[in-house]
């Protein structure tokens, strides 16, 4: 089943459980109000170009080919040049541009494609949606696991590619809410008897782009935590408790200003 299939219901979201809880306002403009963006974000939109390059390399890679170096930093120039060029919707910070970002992606991927080895691992699905429910949560949690792969051992690794601004600490790894919801799914969904290992792979935007590979997993406490946390979040949702937090880093950038404005102003009306 296709993922717009999964969303065409009310649902929860890794990406959207975080967005409540960094700015509940912000969610309701976004998901509820379905608001425009006022802008786009440009680590949002080149992120998602080192995605979907990154998702063809596993592709070919699938079928028993390797992209050469030179074949995926075409990819990504594709992706970046479609979604990028002519268009005035994407902010820009004061020192990216569109051809800045097009050089760094291409140095990013040229780290990856360096770093890259296969270990033996079989590819057995790239972008794959998912949903899976929880007892006494009336909507589904959905998501898409962006690569899943079997070692010679029979162990599952689900990968979640990310691009920062700098290495991650162990807790960002631990923490890290997209793993957990990957490792719920894979046990509800066909690898319940299985060894689940899950993995970051991290293009890092240093001045010398740097790649780094971290593994982790999750228990049976994780789960536990997420799940109350999740209930917590659609609970909140249910309830209309929509709170602006203006004391987020993420509120000076927000896509919403002009509607969070106009909010404060109706509450004192």
């Keep these: 089943m296709k993922l717009n299939e999964f969303r065409k219901g009310p649902h929860l979201s890794a990406s959207a459980i975080a967005e409540y809880m960094e700015c509940s306002l912000s969610y309701r403009f976004s998901r509820i109000d379905k608001l425009r963006p006022e802008f786009k974000s440009d680590n949002m939109e080149f992120g998602s170009c080192i995605h979907k390059a990154l998702a063809d390399f596993h592709q070919e890679r699938m079928m028993g080919n390797i992209l050469t170096m030179e074949q995926l930093q075409e990819r990504f120039v594709y992706h970046w040049t479609i979604r990028a060029a002519e268009t005035n919707e ?3 910070k004061p020192d990216n541009s569109f051809n800045s970002l097009m050089e ?10 360096e770093s890259f080895s296969e270990d033996n691992a079989v590819v057995l699905a790239i972008e794959e949606p998912f949903t899976f429910t929880i007892d006494n949560l009336p909507i589904p949690i959905v998501g898409v696991k962006d690569l899943v792969e079997e070692d010679d051992q029979g162990n599952i690794i689900i990968t979640d590619f990310k691009t920062a601004a ?7 790894v631990y923490r890290n809410p997209q793993l957990t919801l990957y490792h719920m799914d894979s046990r509800y969904n066909g690898y319940r008897d299985r060894n689940i290992i899950l993995k970051l792979d991290v293009l890092i935007k240093t ?3 740097q790649f780094k590979r971290y593994y982790t997993a999750r228990n049976r406490l994780d789960e536990i935590r997420a799940t109350r946390k999740i209930k917590e979040v659609w609970k909140g949702i249910s309830k209309g408790v929509f709170i602006p937090n203006d004391t987020s880093w993420k509120c000076t950038e927000c896509f919403y200003k002009t509607a969070c404005n106009d909010w404060y102003r109706q509450e004192v009306a």
């Design 207 to 209: 001045k010398t782009p």
């Design 104 to 113: 760094q992606g291409k140095a990013l991927l040229k780290t990856y494609h």
């Design 166 to 172: 700098k290495s991650y600490t162990e807790a960002d």
């Design 90 to 92: 994407i902010k820009y």
